[in-house]
């Protein structure tokens, strides 16, 4: 099969069957099955709501809170106001990724291709798997059993012939859903669905598209491809081929590394800048240590951090030219840490990945290659000088300068 772009809508690919699989209000479905007096009610997990006065926001919401308009990311005051005789709770993040790795170990007794996107929720390619396990909407139900029997939560999944379609047909019947898009209905599937249905496309992007008259996905899939280029740059063909139902990414499992990341989880959570700014260096050090050790570059930097109340938020940035260089890593990452409003509240994780990766054969030669010798020959020593004495054998004066002060 070809990869390559063909901007037609005919193209011919593989058929694939995947699944894609999402738990039902994950953190809130946690509360209210280890603490069955929960149960039936509405139950808001995230930040201390303080009668109202509270800081930070709501992580998820049981099925009955949503009825009273809350949703994720909402200002826990908000919630608080909307349902003041909800019951709310502190994230429990333990419990949640030991159920989680409960079910994705249940997920990988039906295929080996699976690729977790998050703490609820993967992707299966099942497509090797039909003859063992019976046709796709078995394979599904069975799934959604063996998660309900072993944890006592429910999943709701979707089933299509590309990762587009079934992330969003999981989505449709929530909570413990199972909506099956049979291969050759995928572009009347989408046609009614409004864009903000779609993957990607950000609360940014969404006014854009819409000012152009589309509102549906299906509107979208008849609009004219050049255009759409013209108006989005790359992101519009990959827009309209996802419209028109053309999604011929792998279950990544089955492919090669598409993201390469470091992070670091604290044992208490962190307020002090200097500190959060430290570690993200030494992320970046190993980050790029790691990327050159492989002989990748990259050139989306990605920025993650988890507040006190389990939300975890992403902020990227793409440089000009492919890189390795740590130094560069450090200092998008920094500009996107300090551009990033914590809303008050202490870091519990903070990461850095690499994405739109390139391997050696593909690299373009920078424009700023010359600039960014130094650090790149910096760089190169230190990377001999771990390798040959270890980890801790040498590392940047910042890091050290810290250190010495006690931090
Ligand atoms: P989601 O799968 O997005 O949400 P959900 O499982 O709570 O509800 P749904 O039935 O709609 O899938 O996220 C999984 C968990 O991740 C969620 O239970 C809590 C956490 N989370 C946050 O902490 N902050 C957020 O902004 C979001 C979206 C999720
Ligand atoms: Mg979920």
Not at 186 to 198: G, N, V
Not at 297 to 311: A, M, P, V, Y
Request: charged letters at 30%.
């Amino acid at each position: 099969m070809t990869q390559k772009a063909r901007a037609n809508g005919n193209e011919t690919k593989p058929f694939r069957i995947i699944i894609h699989l999402d738990m039902d209000a994950f953190f809130a479905a946690v509360e209210q099955l280890d603490f069955p007096q929960y149960r039936g009610k509405p139950v808001i997990v995230g930040a201390d709501p303080r009668e109202g006065q509270g800081r930070g926001v709501v992580s998820t919401a049981s099925y009955e809170a949503r009825k009273f308009g809350i949703h994720s990311a909402m200002p826990i005051s908000r919630a608080y106001r909307l349902c003041p005789n909800g019951i709310y709770v502190r994230p429990r993040g333990k419990r949640y990724s030991e159920l989680s790795r409960q079910i994705m170990q249940i997920l990988y007794d039906f295929s080996p291709g699976i690729e977790q996107v998050s703490i609820d929720e993967a992707f299966l390619d099942v497509t090797g798997c039909l003859k063992l396990l019976g046709d796709a909407p078995t394979i599904a139900r069975n799934i959604k059993q063996r998660i309900r029997q072993e944890t006592g939560l429910t999943a709701s999944v979707g089933i299509a012939s590309n990762k587009f379609i079934a992330k969003i047909a999981s989505d449709l019947e929530k909570p413990n859903g199972l909506v099956i898009v049979e291969p050759g209905t995928e572009k009347a599937f989408l046609k009614d669905l409004p864009i903000s249905k779609m993957w990607g496309i950000g609360k940014k992007t969404e006014p854009h598209i819409r000012k152009m008259g589309i509102s549906t996905i299906g509107q979208l899939a008849e609009y004219d491809v050049k255009l759409l280029v013209k108006k989005l740059g790359k992101a519009g063909m990959h827009y309209w081929r996802l419209a028109n139902g053309i999604d011929h990414r792998p279950v990544s499992a089955f492919g090669p590394a598409k993201s390469m990341s470091e992070e670091r989880t604290f044992e208490y959570d962190i307020d002090d800048v200097d500190i959060l700014k430290r570690k993200l260096f030494e992320i970046a050090e190993d980050l790029g240590c790691a990327l050159r050790r492989k002989h990748i570059k990259g050139k989306t930097i990605t920025l993650k951090i988890r507040l006190e109340d389990f939300s975890t938020f992403t902020r990227s940035h793409s440089t000009v030219d492919y890189t390795d260089s740590s130094s560069l890593i450090y200092s998008t990452g920094l500009s996107l840490f300090e551009n990033f409003d914590r809303m008050g509240m202490k870091v519990r994780l903070i990461g850095i990945g690499m994405s739109n990766l390139s391997h050696p054969e593909a690299e373009q030669i920078g424009l700023f290659e010359e600039d960014d010798s130094t650090s790149k020959k910096l760089d190169h020593v230190i990377d001999m000088i771990q390798e040959k004495f270890g980890h801790k054998a040498i590392t940047k004066a910042t890091i050290l300068r810290n250190k010495r002060n006690g931090k």
